[in-house]
Each structure stands twice: as structure tokens, then as C-alpha cells.
Nanobody, 124 residues
Framework: QVQLVESGGGLVQTGGSLRLSCAAS????????IGWFRHAPGKEREFVSA????????PYADSVKGRFAISRDNAKNTVYLQMNRLKPEDTAVYYC?????????????????WGQGTQVTVSS
């Protein structure tokens, strides 16, 4: 079992930055891949980024590539999503999720454990 808690969301102006954190509990965290997904009103949930258990595989959605950066600190059981040059279209609830197989998949179906989400709102 892995429990996940997101934090760091908030209201920011266009061009601003936020850093989201995903704190995990559970002894299997270090072997899990962690993914970030987002869900905006009226849209389907979409993949944002992921990181494998070693921190070597870090895919990004095209819409955030070059602006967002994912990292992990296994000693702190935490994964971070640094979001820079934010745009209004980044507004969504952001969720982190854990995949015990550690593959950094782009598909939400591969993730077994989910956090409650944190709201990110980017004003124009």
C-alpha cells in the first residue's frame, strides 16, 4: 500500500511558478514510479509527467515540455513537480499517482494509488 498526499497548489498569475509535492507513505515507495496527472473542468484527465523509481525515465506531455520538471527524493519519500511559465490552460486539479511496477507509464490505468489532488489556478 502507498498513500499519497499532494501539496503546493494555489493561485498564480500567468508566467508564474509553483512547485507541487507528492508525499508518500508506505515501504514500497522507493520502487514505485510516480506520475502526475491533471483534470480540468470539462476535459478528460490528462498525463502531465512521470518519473521511474530510479529517476532516470521522465516523460512529459508535449504541452508542458520545457516548462515543467519532475524530480524525486527517495530519502524523503517525495516527488516534486516544478512548474514554470504557467499558462491559464494549466489550470486544473493535479493528482499524483503511484505505479508499483515503476515504469513511468503515460497511462493512468497503470497507476494503482492516487492522491486527493491539489488545485492549481493560473489567472490571465
Amino acid at each position: 500500500q502507498v498513500q499519497l498526499v499532494e501539496s503546493g497548489g494555489g493561485l498564480v498569475q500567468t508566467g508564474g511558478s509553483l512547485r507541487l509535492s507528492c508525499a508518500a507513505s508506505g515501504h514500497t515507495f522507493v520502487t514505485c514510479a510516480i506520475g502526475w496527472f491533471r483534470h480540468a473542468p470539462g476535459k478528460e484527465r490528462e498525463f502531465v509527467s512521470a518519473i521511474d523509481w530510479r529517476g532516470l525515465k521522465t516523460p512529459y506531455a508535449d504541452s508542458v515540455k520545457g516548462r515543467f520538471a519532475i524530480s524525486r527524493d527517495n530519502a524523503k519519500n517525495t516527488v516534486y513537480l516544478q512548474m514554470n511559465r504557467l499558462k491559464p490552460e494549466d489550470t486544473a486539479v493535479y493528482y499524483c499517482a503511484a505505479d508499483p511496477w515503476g515504469t513511468a507509464s503515460l497511462s493512468s490505468r497503470d497507476y494503482d494509488y492516487w492522491g486527493q489532488g491539489t488545485q492549481v489556478t493560473v489567472s490571465s
